[in-house]
Structure formats: structure tokens, C-alpha cells
């Protein structure tokens, strides 16, 4: 995930989400009014600041959420944990792949329970990732670090026996070595045994996207640059994508989100996301008409994408939502997890997402995504297995 990864980098005051089935109204802002109609329990917002590393976050929280979910126990995991995990795994493919990857601060949060099952997890006490003289993440200067490190390995006529070492000890640098056993409420664990205190199952984790370049009900490894364990994602139509995430938030389960966030309906410090649908001369007379023709298509670019409060969105097809994959107009930016349902004062529908901006905006880290923004722009998701509705589990061979 490539766009506007980076966090605010001041602080504010946390808004706390609303207990299940109860509703709340929020104060209105660039003319909208939504109220929350179901919001799900989630852990406190967070803040990757100058990090690329939104699919950690994103999928750490999502975990967390599980945990609150079953146990009733807030968890504050470490997300440069994976993060550290990820590179080290991330530099092996890329040498092994003559450097035909990407290598970079982007990832996916099926990375989150890969390192979970390969390497554990522990608490952010045990691991905060922050060995560099800053406060807050800022990967600016280790990324470059570490990409110019594997290509000048990767420049290399034979790879040395040293190389590996090498670059763990610039991993340790930046992010601390790895904890073999650690404290945690009195009791002593390793990465591993701390992970299975959690009572999650990563079978339980089922990824889900919607395109039709490949068969619906078949896996297939989504082509995106960041996919780089290429791990599979179940198919399926997009009303039943759909269907999933609301099924999901109903029954009480968040949802990871993988999605673009680079369109310019995408107004995170307004706090919302709409798809709105474009003014055409067709559906103009008089004076309007007679204005419009004499705007440039700059100007009528401007306007388009000016938001003042609910407005018409774009009618968002399967077809429609293929074709701006195709043509890369949607792009794999930026995981979040979706928390709850929403409704703005003309009843239009939105879904509640969590970010990992920091607090210091409208809604405290949260923002409202209009339906069809999700259905347009969605890469994928991440959902427990209990939360898939049984008709389509059972098209999925999930059962």
C-alpha cells in the first residue's frame, strides 16, 4: 500500500466508539450529519505516523479486535514486530527473485498472521520498534536504507554467506532486537508461546475480494505489488462481498479493509468518503448549462469533485469496479478496519472505518465511507469465518 500512508503527527483528544446497537449522532461537519447506527467494539486508534506500514496496523488491530471480542481483554499488540518480521522474510524473496519484487514499506494484513504463525507476537511493551532517536514512527531514512542494502546485494555476481547477517544487524539498528522471552502480567513467554495465549486461530481468518479476471468461489493471489507472499483471497460477486461485511458488523465482527483512498472524494480530515457522480451537459438547461460550457476542464474537474454535503454517487457495477482495476485507477493504498454502519441526515448508508492517523481529526481517527465508495474501491478484506453468511460460505467451501 503505496498513498497517503503517513499519520498525522500531533495529538488530540480520542473519540470512543458507541456500545453495540446504540445509536449516536455526530456533530455535522463539511455539511454531512451521520449518525452511527452499529458500531462494533474495537482498541483504541492508533498513529503509524511517518511509516508506510498501514497494512500492520491495520491487521494488528483487527486481531485485537478478536481477542476483545472472545475474551472481553484489551491487547495492545506490537505492530513493528511484524513489521521487523516482514522485512527480514520481504529481503530473502527479493534476493531468491533476482530482485524482480517489490521491496518496500507497503505489505498486505495477511502478513499479520503469517508472522503470527511463523514467528508469534508479543505486546507493544516488549517491542515498540523505536531504536532510532524519534518518538513516533518514522521510516523515511530505513527504508532507504534497507532497499539500497538488498540492491547491492542483489547486484552481486554470487551472493556472500554474510549478506543475511548483515542485514539483520542493520534490522536491530533500526528496530531493536528480537525479545527471546519477555514479561507480560506477571508471566514470562517467548513471541510464540504468547501468540497461542491469545486463543486465536488463524484459520478462523478468511480473506475475501471481488473481481472478475478471475472464476468467483476460486482463490486466487490478488496482483498487487504488495501481495509479496502471495497469499490467495476467496472470489466472490460484489453484492456478497458486501453482504459478508454487513453480515459481520451485525453479528459484532470487525472487518480489515484494504482499499484506495487516493480519490478526491477521499476527505479524511472532513471525516468522510463519498464516489460522487460527475455533472454531465445532458442533465443541464438555462443558465446552468449556459455556465458549465464555459468553464475549462479544470474548472469543471474542480467542481465535480467539490463536496458541500450528500450528494448523487456513482451507480457501482461489477463491471464498473473491474474496469477502474484494470486501469489502475484503483490502486492498493491503505488498510483500515472497518468498525460500524452509518447513516448521514438523508439516509444515504456508510460504513464507520477505524484508521491509524492519530486522533486529531474530526472524529477522533474514525471516518464514514459511503457504500458505493466501498464497492468501487475495496481491494479486499479480511473477516472471521463465523461472520460469512452460510449461503455463501457454502459457495465458498469454507464450511
Not at 365 to 389: C, H, M, Q, W
Request: aromatic share 12%; net charge negative; charged share 30%.
Amino acid at each position: 500500500m503505496k498513498k497517503y500512508l503517513f499519520g498525522a503527527a500531533a495529538l488530540a483528544f480520542a473519540l470512543g466508539v458507541q456500545a453495540d446497537d446504540k445509536k449516536a449522532e455526530n456533530d455535522s461537519t463539511g455539511g454531512f450529519k451521520f449518525t452511527d447506527v452499529k458500531v462494533v467494539k474495537t482498541t483504541p486508534v492508533k498513529d503509524q505516523n511517518k511509516s508506510g506500514t498501514c497494512w500492520s496496523f491495520s491487521g494488528v488491530s483487527f486481531l485485537e479486535d478478536e481477542i476483545l471480542r472472545k475474551s472481553g481483554k484489551e491487547v495492545d499488540l506490537s505492530e513493528m514486530f511484524v513489521v521487523r518480521h516482514c522485512y527480514n522474510d520481504k529481503a530473502d524473496k527479493f534476493i531468491r527473485m533476482n530482485g524482480k519484487i517489490n521491496f518496500a514499506q507497503g505489505g498486505s494484513c495477511l502478513d499479520v498472521p503469517y508472522v503470527m504463525v511463523n514467528y508469534g507476537l508479543v505486546p507493544e511493551g516488549a517491542y515498540t520498534g523505536l531504536q532510532y532517536g524519534e518518538e513516533k514512527h518514522d521510516h523515511g531514512e530505513l527504508s532507504e536504507v534497507f532497499t539500497s542494502f538488498v540492491n547491492s546485494v542483489n547486484g552481486t555476481r554470487k551472493k556472500s554467506t554474510a549478506w543475511k547477517k548483515a542485514f539483520n544487524g542493520l534490522l536491530d539498528a533500526y528496530f531493536g532486537e528480537l525479545p527471546e522471552s519477555f514479561e507480560y502480567e506477571g508471566k514470562t513467554y517467548t513471541p510464540k508461546s504468547f501468540a497461542e495465549s491469545l486463543g486465536l486461530n488463524v484459520a478462523d481468518y478468511i480473506p475475501v475480494t471481488s473481481f472478475t479476471h478471475h472464476s468467483f468461489y476460486q482463490p486466487f493471489a490478488v496482483e498487487i505489488a504488495d501481495n509479496w507472499l502471495w497469499e490467495k483471497y476467496h472470489n466472490v460477486p460484489l453484492d456478497e462481498m458486501k453482504a459478508i461485511v454487513d453480515n459481520a458488523i451485525d453479528k459484532g465482527y470487525t472487518v480489515a479493509w484494504a482499499a484506495d483512498v487516493s480519490e478526491p472524494g477521499f476527505k479524511w480530515v472532513k471525516g468522510y468518503a463519498l464516489m460522487p457522480k460527475k455533472k454531465e451537459q445532458k442533465d443541464m438547461s438555462g443558465t446552468e448549462l449556459a455556465r458549465w460550457v464555459k468553464l475549462s476542464d479544470k474548472e469543471r474537474e474542480k467542481e465535480n469533485n467539490e463536496i458541500s454535503g450528500p450528494r448523487e454517487e456513482i451507480k457501482v457495477t461489477q463491471e464498473l469496479r473491474q474496469q477502474m482495476f484494470d486501469a489502475q485507477e484503483t490502486t492498493d493504498d491503505h488498510g483500515m478496519v472497518i468498525v460500524g454502519k452509518a447513516v448521514d441526515q438523508e439516509g444515504n448508508k456508510y460504513y464507520k472505518v477505524k484508521n491509524s492517523w492519530d486522533t486529531n481529526q474530526v472524529y477522533g481517527g474514525y471516518f464514514y465511507v459511503s457504500e458505493p465508495y466501498f464497492l468501487a474501491k475495496t481491494i479486499d478484506i479480511l473477516v472471521n469465518r463465523e461472520a460469512i453468511p452460510k449461503d455463501i460460505a457454502k459457495k465458498m467451501n469454507i464450511q
